[in-house]
């Protein structure tokens, strides 16, 4: 049986042409949206309720940034590590890196818990080595987990924390950690992509549990309910589609992130711009990097292993 086709159709939010677009949040406080240009290293902020858009360039490559505390400020993930971002003037604050840290490596995909804990994954820039791997930082301490990859995506936990979901994007798979007793478990496959779907790259989760995972080279968004089935298919308009978020009033309209390395603007002419499409059904609140809340999970320093690295064709965050 075919999947469920989406029913609405995807509108230009930004045309902001990024070289890579990517980790589009929703800040509910201001009506805010925030994603990063990777390889035109910049934060992009956009006020759908008065249409104004900023950005601010930078100068070094930049993986996320995401909403803390102070308005004005963000926490970031550079080339160089994780820092606090003043919006403002562009000044900046570190906080803390990764080790091992190779010089060929840079931060990419983070996505803050509801006790304001930061999650972020670490990969090679060249997407060859398995030299990433995912990380949590309480402000404190430094955990590692999820066994090396070339290239990392997520993590993202589910709507009542009992699991993670992490995806190696070099070699097509979409992992669950099951979190018990306050310790994060051993990562299970979840959803590996096949031939023709493109790589699995950005997710979010909605309300009601359900995954929706971009096609980086696929040209959709799919989304899966939590058995691993396919609930439905969203067709975008471009090929390289990289993050979405859900925001809006009510939290039910999906923004999605695209990339334009690579791509012929004659052929592709919609690639790297922000889209909005409605979807009906609602997401989750972003969180706020430092705020207090339940007890974080327990983590057993790189419990997974990872299997050997298939030597995937470049070209996927």
Excluded at 7 to 24: I, W
Excluded at 180 to 200: M, N, Q, S, V
Aim: hydrophobic content about 35%; aromatic content about 8%; charged content about 20%.
């Amino acid at each position: 049986m075919a999947p469920r086709l989406h029913p609405h159709s995807p509108r230009v939010a930004v045309a902001c042409g990024c070289t890579l677009g990517e980790e589009v949040i929703w800040d509910a406080r201001s009506g805010l949206l925030i994603w990063v240009d990777i390889e035109n290293p910049a934060i992009w902020r956009h006020w759908p309720a008065t249409d104004e858009t900023t950005r601010l360039p930078l100068d070094e490559k930049i993986g996320f940034a995401l909403p803390t505390q102070e308005p004005d400020r963000v926490v970031a993930g550079f080339q160089s590590g994780v820092a606090l971002v003043t919006l403002s003037d562009g000044s900046r604050e570190p906080i803390v890196r990764p080790e091992p840290h190779p010089p060929g490596n840079r931060l990419n995909s983070g996505h803050v818990g509801p006790d304001g804990v930061l999650w972020f994954g670490s990969m090679d820039d060249a997407e060859k080595a398995d030299t990433g791997s995912f990380h949590r930082w309480d402000g404190q301490r430094l955990a590692t987990f999820g066994g090396r990859h070339a290239v990392t995506n997520g993590p993202v936990l589910s709507p009542d924390g009992s699991c993670l979901y992490t995806i190696a994007t070099s070699r097509d798979l979409v992992r669950r950690h099951p979190i018990l007793d306050g310790t994060i478990g051993e990562a299970a496959p979840f959803i590996r992509f096949e031939k023709g779907w493109g790589h699995p790259d950005g997710l979010t989760v909605d309300a009601e549990g359900f995954v929706w995972i971009c096609h980086y080279n696929g040209s959709r968004i799919t989304r899966f309910a939590p058995c691993g089935e396919i609930e439905r298919v969203l067709p975008m308009p471009t090929a390289l589609v990289t993050k979405c978020t859900f925001g809006g009033p009510d939290l039910t309209t999906l923004y999605v992130t695209t990339c334009l390395r690579g791509r012929d603007p004659t052929l592709d002419p919609m690639a790297g711009h922000l889209y909005a499409v409605e979807t009906g059904i609602r997401g989750l609140p972003g969180n706020i990097y430092g705020c207090t809340g339940a007890p974080a999970p327990i983590i057993d320093s790189l419990s997974s292993r990872a299997p050997s690295h298939r030597g995937e064709t470049p070209a996927m965050q």
